[in-house]
């Protein structure tokens, strides 16, 4: 299967805006540690007035009107993003950045859970022995040696804050 160079441009972008982003974030979040919520919350607002922006100058992006239907509607999926959003960073502002990707590692096997769960269907035995190799590498990431620094160790606390944002990402799924 060809994969088309706009495809692999998009997702390396993605990638390196990804990481990027996880290095930016973990620099503020050091900066102000008791200032999570309200620094995703600008986070937010600030992604809503570029948009809104970015609209007025391409057709590409369209901003919807506010409908109350709608909106109670969506409100369980917005306080779940939010809450996941609000753990993320708790995660992240908790853990070195290098380690912030082991911490969030359930995101996969939590998914298929909860698919599974919510369709009542069993997943197939390679999709469970995927979600096993990741779930053996997350325990194994989170095991430490002895001779790590005691900084580098993550509290068990951030882990949990890992663990609600990967959930928050599976069941948004």
């Given at each position: 299967m060809a994969v088309s160079p706009q495809v692999i441009g998009v997702v390396s972008?993605?990638?390196?805006?990804a990481l990027v982003m996880v290095f930016v974030n973990k620099a503020v979040l050091n900066s102000t540690p008791n200032l999570p919520t309200?620094?995703?919350?600008f986070q937010s607002v600030m992604t809503v007035l570029l948009l809104n922006f970015t609209s007025l100058f391409t057709s590409h992006v369209k901003i919807p009107t506010f409908d109350k239907t709608t909106a109670q509607k969506l409100t369980p999926l917005m306080l779940v993003?939010?809450?996941g959003f609000i753990f993320n960073a708790l995660c992240?502002?908790?853990?070195?950045?290098a380690f912030y990707q082991i911490a969030r590692g359930l995101v996969l096997p939590l998914t298929i859970?909860?698919?599974?769960?919510?369709?009542?269907?069993?997943p197939s035995t390679q999709v469970v022995g995927c979600?096993?190799?990741v779930t053996f590498g997350f325990f194994l990431g989170i095991t430490f040696s002895e001779g790590l620094p005691a900084q580098a160790v993550p509290a068990p606390l951030a882990l949990f804050y890992g663990f609600l944002s990967s959930l928050a990402i599976a069941i948004h799924a």
């Open positions: 972008f993605y990638m390196v805006a309200l620094f995703m919350f993003d939010a809450s992240l502002r908790d853990v070195e950045a859970a909860i698919v599974a769960l919510s369709t009542m269907t069993r979600a096993a190799v």
